[in-house]
């Protein structure tokens, strides 16, 4: 399904944090789209702070430290958030109108994948796979093993903004890299014909013994096998 989108800033200012002046940027943004999903978000210097989850009636806040206050914090910004849906529709609704025939904006992601440390045959690890840049926030992800998909150990964090006005979003797994394993990442975004992937194996380390010893040990034995024939030719000479 095609998505249309309306972002509104619906509260921006600046606010003092502490005794020493230090202003941050904290804003609101709401979007809503075709099929019905609205998303509710309070920016902070541009790193979200905290957003609204309609499926638990609440406001998730994504700070590592939070106000005591936060219960009744939380209820005041859930209920704003509940009555942003009506009015992004009625916006949205009357964006269509004015404008019926104006294009969708469509944005295809870029797509990366890496580890959370180097890769060693039989340690835990995390991969992770970026999309990127891209435009309306609806993307699926598919994490597969050897062609064969993978769900468990699987965790697709939230849509995050970005600077420009496209999204990114991360899908994490966590595993046991083995040597000959091959893991895949592909997503299915509205602005690509196909779907993209990328791929992640275990890389082969490079040996430890550097052209250089090898050249020398095989010096070194030609060397002694010289001798050696030296020695049994002169003990073999008549006296």
Not at 84 to 92: K, P, Q
Not at 103 to 126: F, H, K
Not at 146 to 170: A, K, M, P, Q, W
Request: glycine fraction near 6%; hydrophobic fraction near 40%.
């Amino acid at each position: 399904m095609r998505l249309s989108v309306i972002v509104l800033i619906v509260f921006s200012g600046a606010v003092d944090a502490s005794a020493a002046s230090s202003f941050h940027d904290v804003h609101y943004i709401y979007g809503c789209y075709e099929h019905g999903e609205v998303r509710v978000d309070v920016v902070v210097d541009d790193d979200v702070a905290a957003y609204a989850d309609f499926s638990k009636d609440e406001v998730v806040f994504a700070l590592p430290h939070v106000p005591q206050s936060v219960p009744d914090l939380q209820k005041r910004a859930y209920e704003l958030a509940k009555a942003s849906i009506a009015h992004c529709h009625s916006v949205l609704g009357k964006a269509r109108k004015a404008d019926p025939g104006a294009p969708i904006r469509q944005e295809a992601p870029d797509l990366s994948m890496y580890t959370r440390y180097e890769g060693e045959d039989g340690v835990v690890n995390t991969l992770f796979c970026l999309a990127s840049h891209f435009y309306p926030p609806s993307i699926n992800f598919t994490l597969t093993k050897n062609g064969v998909e993978v769900t468990e150990g699987v965790s697709n964090l939230r849509y995050r903004h970005n600077s420009d006005g496209t999204f990114h979003r991360i899908s994490t797994l966590s595993f046991t890299p083995r040597e000959g394993d091959v893991h895949s990442c592909s997503v299915e975004h509205q602005a690509l014909d196909r779907p993209l992937a990328r791929s992640w194996e275990l890389k082969e380390r490079p040996s430890s013994v550097s052209p250089g010893s090898v050249f020398f040990g095989v010096s070194l034995v030609l060397c002694l096998m010289g001798v050696g024939a030296g020695v049994v030719f002169f003990t073999k000479q008549p006296n």
